[in-house]
């Protein structure tokens, strides 16, 4: 006799960046299983992999491609997932400055997608030229080891580049090499390349504050989590 089988439920969430509607379930043992193996090796490009899986695995809407999300909407999307799985609380620990390790729970329905006024996918470069660009994707940023800093930026800038826009000329991305694109990165001069940090500094991010006092000394402190990994960080 076939042992019978669990109902699994579905839920429905907008993500944050792209306003895409998606259909998920919450990751069930089996994927818990390769969340924590992945925890324990505290190795981020084997992390990242793990959680590209899982989001693969358990989002059910048709034609769902994790390696297209924007890093903000992989974030959101993997905190409600883990959320419906395992429960909204997440405790994360820290070393303060008096040397005492803090552990703070973090209700997870709390945490916020913090969206900037001054966040634009268009940047202006000169009087006629402009760019648009879409926000990095998680195997931008990830694995990029023995990579030295500047190269990773150029690549990630490369990689987010949709169209060059020269008065009524648009130019885009797709239709060029690489080795176009990256000649064209590299023409940038250091007020340019300010600009196009600015657009990074003001993309959506998922940040929580969280006040506490030190037990130890006494201060009363706020902790600032951005970024998935801060809210399940371990001292």
Request: proline share 3%; hydrophobic share 40%.
């Given at each position: 006799?076939?042992?019978?089988?669990?109902?699994?439920?579905?839920?429905d969430?907008e993500?944050?960046?792209s306003?895409?509607?998606?259909?998920y379930?919450?990751?069930?043992v089996?994927?818990?299983k390769?969340l924590?193996m992945a925890?324990?090796?505290?190795n981020?490009k084997?992390m990242?992999?793990?959680?590209?899986q899982i989001?693969?695995?358990?989002?059910?809407?048709k034609?769902?491609?994790?390696?297209?999300?924007?890093?903000?909407?992989?974030?959101?999307?993997?905190l409600?997932?883990r959320?419906?799985?395992?429960?909204d609380?997440s405790?994360?620990?820290?070393?303060?400055?008096?040397?005492e390790i803090?552990?703070?729970?973090?209700?997870?329905?709390?945490?916020?997608?913090v969206?900037?006024?001054?966040?634009?996918?268009i940047v202006?470069?000169?009087?006629?030229?402009?760019?648009?660009?879409s926000?990095?994707?998680?195997?931008?940023?990830?694995g990029v080891?023995n990579?030295?800093?500047?190269?990773?930026?150029?690549?990630?800038?490369r990689?987010?580049?949709?169209?060059?826009i020269?008065?009524e000329?648009i130019f885009?991305?797709?239709?060029?090499?690489?080795?176009e694109?990256?000649?064209?990165?590299?023409?940038?001069?250091?007020?340019?390349?300010?600009?196009?940090q600015?657009?990074?500094e003001?993309?959506?991010?998922?940040?929580?504050?969280?006040?506490?006092?030190?037990?130890?000394?006494?201060?009363?402190?706020t902790?600032?989590?951005?970024?998935?990994?801060?809210?399940?960080?371990?001292?």
């Amino acid at each position: 006799m076939a042992l019978p089988k669990l109902n699994t439920i579905q839920y429905d969430l907008e993500l944050p960046l792209s306003g895409k509607k998606i259909e998920y379930r919450p990751f069930l043992v089996k994927e818990e299983k390769i969340l924590l193996m992945a925890l324990e090796g505290n190795n981020e490009k084997e992390m990242t992999k793990a959680i590209k899986q899982i989001l693969t695995q358990c989002v059910l809407t048709k034609g769902f491609n994790v390696n297209k999300l924007a890093i903000v909407d992989l974030e959101y999307l993997f905190l409600n997932l883990r959320g419906k799985a395992v429960g909204d609380i997440s405790t994360v620990s820290f070393k303060h400055e008096c040397g005492e390790i803090i552990k703070l729970d973090v209700d997870l329905t709390k945490v916020e997608v913090v969206q900037n006024e001054n966040y634009s996918d268009i940047v202006k470069l000169t009087d006629d030229i402009m760019i648009r660009l879409s926000p990095p994707k998680i195997d931008d940023v990830i694995g990029v080891a023995n990579t030295n800093q500047i190269d990773i930026v150029m690549k990630i800038i490369r990689n987010s580049l949709l169209e060059i826009i020269q008065g009524e000329e648009i130019f885009s991305a797709q239709d060029h090499t690489k080795e176009e694109l990256d000649e064209f990165v590299n023409s940038l001069n250091s007020a340019q390349f300010l600009k196009l940090q600015e657009y990074y500094e003001t993309l959506p991010k998922l940040k929580q504050d969280i006040e506490y006092t030190c037990p130890k000394c006494g201060k009363t402190e706020t902790e600032t989590l951005e970024g998935l990994a801060s809210f399940f960080a371990s001292a």
